[in-house]
């Protein structure tokens, strides 16, 4: 294996840790610490962390018009995604949040048909959004099995998974001059803002004594899975197929649900996990109809 391969095979799989093990972070780092405060904190460390790096880049394209536009549509995608998960995941399995998550190149490809004309699913494809449509009818059915509170947090997920997909659509019709590291950096430091009055309007109090686990869950998510995870994803977008790339999301549900049950005795009733099981049925078949089609673009970019 050449020397350039090795490093892209490196790469895939530290975003496979990367986006298995967020989820679980993220419950984690609010424990003893409060959802806000420490989605605040995380945001802090990411922001000043990427102005270092667009300093060091002295990369100006930020500062264009559209790079702030940009910049203002993503931090609001950022910001309303991330509210809604924190608040979910104090509900639901982090193994969960990354299964509903799983559903993303579904509610990319449902946007596409709304905002990008010429964008077509395939019949593969929309078969396979039937069955997650029906794996996600499960897990709503047995959401009264794993908490009280359980249903609106498979919501809230949704909800955010949903805003998260339908502002990198318009991204793309709108924004497609300015680069990936303009609207990411940009974004990240326009939602920090958003979240100081957030977190002042509803009174969440500075935490007296947050666990050491909970502090290392946050340094985790602002250094790694906000700032790595993102610098290496875009790396990785033009060293490597698509195909390749599109592997992360059937793999990173399942290690994710792993992680959940060995590291935070997270346990689904057997109505979630055939719920699960059908998402992931689903997700494969969407990704197997478009793989043909990603091969041929593949090939053209080659």
Do not use: C
């Not at 924004?175 to 002042?200: D, K």
Request: glycine fraction near 10%; proline fraction near 4%; hydrophobic fraction near 55%.
């Amino acid at each position: 294996m050449s020397g350039e391969r090795r490093d892209a095979a490196i790469a895939w799989l530290v975003i496979v840790v990367i986006w298995s093990t967020t989820p679980l972070a993220i419950q984690w780092s609010a424990q003893g610490a409060g959802f806000i405060f420490s989605l605040l904190t995380r945001m802090l460390i990411a922001a000043a962390l990427f102005a270092v790096i667009l300093a060091w880049q002295r990369h100006g394209e930020l500062f264009t018009r559209g790079g702030l536009i940009a910049a203002a549509v993503s931090g609001f995608g950022i910001y309303a995604t991330m509210m809604l998960i924190y608040w979910a995941a104090q509900f639901i399995p982090s193994g969960l949040i990354a299964v509903l998550f799983g559903l993303s190149p579904i509610a990319a490809a449902l946007w596409s048909q709304w905002l990008l004309p010429g964008d077509r699913i395939t019949r593969l494809g929309v078969l396979g959004v039937v069955v997650g449509i029906s794996g996600l009818w499960m897990i709503f059915g047995s959401g009264t099995l794993l908490a009280a509170s359980a249903v609106p947090g498979i919501i809230a997920t949704l909800l955010g998974m949903s805003i998260q997909n339908g502002v990198l659509v318009v991204l793309k019709r709108f924004g497609a001059e300015q680069g990936p590291l303009t609207m990411t950096a940009g974004g990240v430091m326009f939602a920090a803002l958003l979240y100081i009055p957030s977190w002042w309007l509803v009174g969440a109090p500075v935490p007296a004594d947050v666990p050491l686990r909970a502090v290392l869950s946050i340094i985790y998510l602002g250094v790694i899975g906000s700032v790595l995870g993102f610098l290496l994803y875009f790396s990785l977008l033009k060293r490597i197929s698509p195909v390749s790339l599109s592997l992360v999301t059937l793999i990173t549900p399942v290690t994710a649900l792993f992680l959940g049950q060995q590291l935070n005795d997270e346990s689904l009733p057997r109505e979630t996990w055939l719920g699960v099981g059908l998402i992931l049925a689903g997700l494969s078949l969407y990704q197997f109809g478009s793989w043909q089609a990603m091969r041929r673009i593949y090939k053209r970019i080659r």
